[in-house]
């Protein structure tokens, strides 16, 4: 062979293997991921990475992930799930009603899965056992557990009587967490304060906080929450306002209480949903799936510089203890 023409060979050798490579990376599923929060921080991601290794995915090289991250700007997210499907992929995944919502008014084809409060009552879907579009997933059931926010509230604080509550008008999944609560607060005598948490508002609700005495605070489960419980764990401990959360993260970042779903644990259940539609199964035949298992966290080192004393009854039925 001349030397001209093995030089040639190899050059086109060259070509040939990225593009067997990109033939190949094309071939895998690609699933789109959307967040409204930061990586570093993001609990529902690790969930549903852990749910498709369980599941026998290799990421990279039998399955490509594409993650987006509107580090906390909500008015992002609709650009992040359009580069998602501009890329072509075969699911997108959406933690909470708002981002699924914005998802499904960018596509009807693109199979959803989706982790949310009140999938039938937001009309995300039809019926639970027969979802009858795009999307399926799971239910939290937030609307039902968040009776229980107040009451546990009030046990760790006896003396409590006003209290303050973080919710987002805008997210239809937690109007009913906010009837749950005006009820319970009636029954235990609480003088409730709705103030609005839309992301642009929560700083000037948690400055309005400042100048009126409450002896509580409720934080919603709205996705657009959870990036902020840093500033908003920091702001309770300088107000020494006992704060029970709806996520169960918060506690390990320094909050009293949390009683929620383990969206970890959602999460890697969740995967089942992709795995079955990337092999063939139609979102609109897959029963929305309700989570039953409810975790109650408590931080015995905040009750500790709130100067609280927990009773054994509150600590014999929490699933964690932080001392």
């Known amino acids: 062979m001349k030397r001209r023409d093995f030089i040639a060979l190899l050059g086109g050798a060259a070509v040939a293997w990225p593009l067997a490579a990109r033939a190949q990376q094309s071939a895998m599923p690609v699933i789109g991921y959307v967040w409204i929060g930061a990586r570093n921080t993001d609990v529902s991601n690790a969930g549903l990475r852990q749910g498709l290794v369980d599941r026998g995915y290799i990421f990279g090289r039998n399955l490509m992930l594409e993650e987006r991250y509107a580090e906390g700007n909500a008015d992002r997210v609709p650009a992040l799930i359009a580069e998602l499907l501009d890329l072509g ?143 908003i764990v920091t702001f309770a401990a300088q107000r020494r306002l006992p704060t029970l959360y709806a996520f169960n993260t918060s506690v390990r970042q320094g909050g009293l209480m949390s009683y929620s779903a383990n969206f970890f644990a959602l999460w890697r259940r969740a995967a089942d949903y992709v795995d079955r539609i990337l092999k063939g199964a139609r979102p609109a035949d897959l029963p929305i799936e309700q989570a039953t298992e409810v975790v109650l966290n408590i931080n015995l080192k905040t009750a500790n510089a709130l100067g609280l004393s927990i009773p054994p009854t509150l600590l014999a039925i929490a699933d964690e203890v932080i001392e």
């Open 89 to 231: 992929v075969d699911v997108l995944v959406t933690p909470g009603t708002p981002i699924t919502r914005a998802a499904r008014r960018a596509t009807s084809t693109v199979p959803i899965v989706c982790v949310t409060g009140n999938p039938v009552g937001t009309g995300l879907v039809t019926s639970l056992s027969r979802p009858g579009g795009n999307i399926t997933g799971l239910s939290l059931l937030s609307g039902d557990y968040s009776a229980k926010w107040l009451e546990l509230l009030k046990e760790a604080v006896p003396k409590l009587h006003r209290v303050a509550v973080l919710w987002n008008p805008d997210n239809p999944g937690t109007s009913l967490q906010l009837e749950h609560m005006r009820e319970t607060a009636r029954i235990l005598g609480l003088d409730l304060t709705i103030l609005l948490a839309r992301p642009a508002e929560v700083e000037a609700s948690l400055t309005a906080m400042t100048t009126t005495s409450f002896d509580g605070l409720v934080v919603t489960d709205d996705p657009f929450l959870e990036p902020l419980i840093p500033r």
